[in-house]
Nanobody, 115 residues
Framework: QVQVAESGGGLVQPGGSLTLSCAPS????????WAWYRQAPGKQRELVAE???????NYADSVKGRFTISRDNSNGMVYLQMNNLKPEDTAVYYC?????????WGRGTQVTVSS
């Protein structure tokens, strides 16, 4: 069973930056989509950013211009560069890697933006 693990979360001050990483435990064949979601306390999980195999990217309006998603086709990893972080970005961030057969989710990494 392939597992996906996020890393890079933590506590940061408003205006700061973090980079999240997501790595599969084994090769996932024919990946078509990499994505980051987040879930704040008391709220539903929401899409933050996604990137397709072809390079098409989609961002939530709330993070456009501040977050950048990138992926490495050679090892299946995906990254989320987060700049100018705001308190409302505080959430557990989840990675999803998708191929034709399944969605592979990580367990999440906590990001807290606070002074």
């Amino acid at each position: 069973q392939v597992q996906v693990a996020e890393s890079g979360g933590g506590l940061v001050q408003p205006g700061g930056s973090l980079t999240l990483s997501c790595a599969p435990s084994a090769n996932i064949f024919s990946i078509g989509l990499w994505a980051w979601y987040r879930q704040a306390p008391g709220k539903q999980r929401e899409l933050v950013a996604e990137v397709t195999l072809g390079g098409g990217r989609n961002y939530a309006d709330s993070v456009k211009g501040r977050f950048t998603i990138s992926r490495d086709n050679s090892n299946g990893m995906v990254y989320l560069q987060m700049n100018n972080l705001k308190p409302e970005d505080t959430a557990v961030y989840y990675c999803k890697i998708q191929n034709r057969l399944a969605d592979y989710w990580g367990r999440g990494t906590q990001v807290t933006v606070s002074s």
